[in-house]
Each structure stands twice: as structure tokens, then as C-alpha cells.
DNA sequence: TCAAAGCAAGCGTGATCACAAATCAAATCA
DNA sequence: TGATTTGATTTGTGATCACGCTTGCTTTGA
């Protein structure tokens, strides 16, 4: 019996070779549509149709159908009585309601993290934190994908130290939903000037590193809250306009 | 120009008719899974195939997949790496977990609504409470799905007022998620013998009229900690013998 | 000139088929 | 006898087609 000669040589190769994964083109399909809505690629209000992202993503309809079934029910997009499905437009209730529900939950998935990361994981998002400055040092502005990418990554990177397998989708679910709004605030934030918005990550990574749920909490609350006032004081201003 | 005339014949006829609806054979699928996943048909770990419920509902594979696709999404249902699809099982770490998350969100949600009730409102969920009496008083016990559709909608009815779009999908969600737990916890009880469920709706009502968010709050967070507890110790006790 | 009817293109929905992966059972070999 | 392999059945996935609804434009009639 060579039992153990075949194994040997098969964990030899498996040290070769890199899973090739068994994605399937619905969830390549469902991805790149997430990635875009918290992009904010798409503009709100703004119709989708099945067969036109068919043809953009080079695919057939029946796995963007029912990708875009899963995101209309996660709300991160909206499904008309026509039965055409939309981008969800903005309004002044749902931007508060957005920000009462993130502050609450990534408040609440925050401090939980603030209680159980440890020294490892705390180094890890300092780390992003020197990252960022560096990108920031380099080009004055410009690349705002790239920034928001690390923006998310550093957040959850955070939310993923909670330990709830409950409160994370819930998360990712409230980006989806906030994507497209907050991404209008942004693209208004580089016109209207630079904030240092790297103050509020080094709280959050402060009150982190000292174990401090409370301050944690109120750091991260600012953060969020900061492009939601914007956009709620821009709305309000053209709402006047208009 | 008749135009009046045949406004007026069209009202007419418009009162006598009621509006025939434009729901999918897929929206129908998905409201029948959901009902059976609060309702705890469906055994935790159990295994759903497509063609298997497309037989047991009457239509074909299409409906069921992407209302199963849907379900996997809100966590309702887990995808295996099989690629087979089964309800989540119950683990100690995802009791805690769906308590905490449902405590933190449903608390909120019923603090809202406490500001924002009005007196027809109360009365409205003061008057389930009679009902639920008389139920109780004629038929002693059994009759669980009954008592369990008129929680559900006691404690929606009182969410619906919170006024956040936002919120009460993720309690949808998170009530999808618990369901096949707690129907084990429930199940368990009626065996065990009753307890004064009643005592709690009480309280939640008496907070609610006089307006006393953090009294609601924290009798609603005693209502739904204690089919969790429940399960809980049973979960405890029967891991100690096996 | 203008509103209403009619028509055509486009869309979502559901059914069916083809294919590949997985599962289970019988058959095979050591 | 017990582990392995082989083959048949079942399952999920993706593509394609047919049907009915919606929408926008043209045409018709007053």
C-alpha cells in the first residue's frame, strides 16, 4: 500500500497550486454590481434594465436576473410597480433614517470590536492608517475610487473584529444602501474643498488601541455622519432653490 | 364633450371592483418560504433542493431558485459549498448572536415608536391584547401557529410606527433568521408548560401609552430574550450529555 | 390643432433544455 | 471483509424561447 507516497505527492502539488475557487457567474455578476452601487457608479433614480447589463457584463440575462432579485431585496435597489427596478432616489428621511441605523449597528459592531481585538489586529488597521497618508501625500487629490476603497476596507477590517456573523451582512447591507448617496456627497466634498478626514480615523484607532468601546462609538458616529450632514445641507439648499 | 359622464361611470365601476393585484408566481414562492421559515416548518440544518420545492409548491424550478436566491441573501437560508442550500443550524454563538442583534435593533425601533404613537395607534395593539385573551381562555393551549401569527403581527404593528424604512426590513430579516431557532424554543415550552407570556405584552403596552421609550425598550428586550434563554439552557444541557 | 386610438419595439417573467458537478449505490479489487 | 472505483441518478447553473405587459410613437378622427 503507497497510501501515504500518493498522499505526500499530492500535498506537494496542493503547495504548487492556488485554489482556482468555484465562483459562479451569477456572483461574479452580483459582486460588480455591488462594487458599483457602493461606488456609486450608478446615479440615483437611475433604471436598470436585465437585458442591458446583460450585454454590459458580456453575460446572459439569467444571472443578472437574479442578481438583481438579491439586491432588491437587500434595498439596495428598487423594484418598481412598472416591475422596472431602479437606483433608490435620495430624500432628506432617508438620509436621516440611513445615518440613525449606521450609527446604531457599526456603533454598536465597534465597540464589540473595541472589546476583542487584539494587539495584531490593531496593528493591521494602524497600518492602513499610513497607507492612506501616503497615498494622500503623493497626489494632492484625485483618485477618489481608490480612497473610498481603502475607506472600506479600513471600516471593515474594524467590524469584522466584533465576532457577530449576524451584524456584519446587516453592515454591508447599509453601504449598499448608503452607497449611492454618499457618493454624490463625496464627488461634492473635492469641489468644495478638502476636510482632514484622516483626524477621524485616528481617533477611531486611538480609542481602539486603549480599549475604549465609548469613544470608539462617538469616533466612528462622527465619522459616518460627516458626509450624510453634507449631503443633507446640499439637498436642503437646492430643495430651497428649486 | 361626455368627458364627466364617463368619469363618473368609471368611478362607479372602480367602487365596485376590487383591484386584482399583479403578484409574481416568484413574489407567491417567496412569501410561502418565508411564512414556513417563521413558522419553523422547515427543521434547522434541514436540506431544500429547487426541484424538490418547485414540485411541493406546483410550478416550475424558476420561481423557487431565485426566491431561494433571495432567502440566501437576507441569511435566511445557507449556500453549502455543494451548492446545496439548507436552513442554518443552531449554535450556541448564533443564539447569543440573533439576541443581540434583534435586542439592539428591535429596541430602537420600539423606542422610535414610543415618541411617535398615537392614541388611535395604541389602541389599535392595546385591542390585540384582548384578543390574544380570549384565545388564550377558550382553547387552553395548542393552537401555537395562531398565537405565533398574532406575536408576529402584535409586535409589527408596533415596529411600523418607528417610521424608519430602514430598520424594519432588518427586523424581517432578523425575525427569518430566528424563526427556525425559536420554534424549537416554542415547541419546547408548551411541553414544559405555559408561562405568562402575556405579562410582557402587557408591559410593553403600559410603556407605550405613557410614552416611556426606555420602560418599552426594556420590556421588549424581556419578551424576546426569553424563548432565546430557553433554548439556550436546552441547548446546554442536552451538549452535556451527548 | 389636438387628443385618443392603434401599432411596434422593448421589457420582465416563467418554462424548458443542455451541461457539469455532486451524490449514492452497486460492483470490483486487494 | 473492507476500501476503492465505477456508473447511474439527481442537482444546480446558464442559455434560450414564448408569452404578456408596458411604453413611446405614429396615425387617425373630430
Redesign the interface.
Known sequence: MQKAAIEKNNEMIAAQLTPVG?ETV?DRVYSELRRALIGGLFEPSQVLTIRGLADALVTSTMPV??AL??L????ALEAL?N?SVRVPPITL??ID??L??RS??EG?AIALAATRMNPRQIASVEAMLGEWDEMRALKHKKDIDREATLNQSFHFEIYRCCG????I??IE??WL?SGPCIRVAIYAFSDAGEVDTAHYHRSIVAALSRQDAQAAREALVADISRPFAFLRDKLQSTSKEG
Open positions: 468555484r451569477q436576473r437574479e432579485g438579491r432588491i431585496t437587500e434595498k410597480p416591475r428621511e432617508r433614517d440611513l440613525r441605523a446604531l449597528i454598536e457577530s456573523a449576524v451584524l451582512p446587516m447591507s447599509l444602501q
